[in-house]
């Protein structure tokens, strides 16, 4: 059977798609994905960001503070781009890569890195500090962070909230169940840090829209946030790829919402 015209330019478009496929996933692959800087994504995806500003905010409480903790600070990027740091500034971070790139941001800006496995105790003595702050912590050690604030100190954490970005989470692994969607829920976070004895003085929450532009971007996402799909990688998930690949470029923008809340809670004083 001789092929239509329009089976030849049928035929043309999926092979020019095939080859954009590739050559997106194969640069999006190949990228560093060190630090917590989102930079590359620039043109590839948008994120709508909290209206209350967690850099501005969290440099306005550092400018006030003589000694101050930033937990899991990743590259160091939100911390450096504080106006002014306490006289007494550290950081922990627990990815070797990581802890290479903060201390060469940090440093010389004043502050001292230290490498810190994710899990208690933190490394300093009791009452150590009189502001600790952390921008999107895996996880949150409310009894460790009661005991190294100072009385009358602050922790201030802008976190992920629940079933964030779970559209493109279940596209990859599928439905997930109730108590996984409802997990890191900001009122299970209210109850923890008043079990550990702080006193909850702000808690907020928004529900932000996320757009994946091509499936480059959605490869270095999973890359950097490897919580999202533990054990991503192209060869496992190429055949899911290439689909939302088509979607993406025949449809538009592959659409999902991320949660976010910002806690504040103080040690009695």
Same mark, same amino acid.
């Given at each position: 059977?001789?092929?239509?015209?329009?089976? @030849?330019? =049928?035929? *043309?478009?999926?092979?020019?798609?095939? /080859?954009?496929?590739? !050559?997106?996933v194969?640069?999006?692959d +190949?990228?560093?994905v060190?630090?917590?800087?989102?930079?590359w994504?620039?043109?590839?995806a948008?994120?709508?960001r909290?209206?209350?500003g967690?850099?501005?905010?969290?440099g306005?409480?550092?400018?006030?503070?003589?000694?101050a903790l930033?937990?899991?600070?990743?590259?160091?990027? @939100?911390? =450096?781009? *504080?106006?002014?740091?306490?006289?007494? /500034?550290v950081?922990? !971070?627990?990815?070797p890569?990581?802890? +290479?790139?903060?201390?060469?941001?940090?440093?010389?800006?004043?502050?001292?890195?230290?490498?810190d496995?994710?899990?208690?105790?933190?490394p300093f003595?009791?009452?150590a500090?009189d502001l600790?702050?952390?921008r999107?912590?895996?996880?949150?050690?409310?009894?460790e962070?009661a005991? @190294?604030?100072a009385?009358?100190?602050?922790y201030?954490?802008?976190?992920v909230?629940p079933?964030s970005?779970?559209?493109?989470?279940?596209?990859?692994?599928?439905?997930?169940p109730?108590h996984?969607r409802?997990?890191?829920d900001?009122?299970?976070?209210r109850?923890?840090?008043?079990?550990?004895?702080?006193?909850?003085?702000?808690l907020?929450?928004?529900?932000?829209?996320?757009?994946?532009?091509?499936?480059?971007? @959605?490869?270095?996402?999973?890359?950097?946030?490897?919580?999202?799909?533990?054990?991503?990688?192209v060869d496992?998930?190429?055949?899911?790829l290439?689909?939302?690949?088509?979607?993406?470029e025949?449809?538009?923008?592959?659409?999902?919402?991320?949660?976010?809340?910002?806690?504040?809670?103080r040690?009695?004083?």
């Amino acid at each position: 059977m001789t092929a239509t015209p329009d089976d @030849v330019q =049928a035929a *043309a478009a999926a092979a020019a798609e095939r /080859t954009r496929f590739e !050559e997106l996933v194969a640069e999006a692959d +190949a990228v560093s994905v060190d630090g917590w800087d989102f930079s590359w994504l620039e043109g590839r995806a948008t994120e709508e960001r909290p209206s209350w500003g967690y850099a501005r905010a969290m440099g306005e409480r550092l400018g006030r503070a003589s000694a101050a903790l930033d937990i899991q600070t990743g590259g160091g990027e @939100v911390l =450096a781009s *504080a106006p002014k740091l306490p006289p007494l /500034t550290v950081a922990t !971070e627990g990815w070797p890569p990581n802890v +290479a790139r903060a201390t060469a941001l940090l440093h010389p800006l004043g502050a001292v890195v230290v490498a810190d496995e994710d899990k208690p105790p933190l490394p300093f003595g009791d009452a150590a500090f009189d502001l600790v702050v952390s921008r999107h912590p895996v996880t949150t050690w409310w009894e460790e962070i009661a005991r @190294v604030l100072a009385p009358g100190g602050t922790y201030f954490s802008q976190q992920v909230g629940p079933a964030s970005v779970f559209e493109l989470v279940e596209y990859f692994l599928g439905p997930q169940p109730p108590h996984v969607r409802a997990g890191r829920d900001p009122e299970q976070a209210r109850a923890a840090a008043e079990a550990a004895g702080l006193d909850v003085v702000g808690l907020r929450t928004e529900r932000l829209r996320t757009e994946f532009l091509d499936i480059g971007a @959605v490869v270095y996402f999973l890359r950097k946030v490897i919580w999202m799909v533990p054990g991503f990688t192209v060869d496992a998930y190429r055949t899911q790829l290439a689909t939302l690949h088509h979607l993406i470029e025949t449809e538009g923008p592959f659409v999902a919402h991320t949660t976010r809340f910002l806690i504040e809670a103080r040690k009695p004083g």
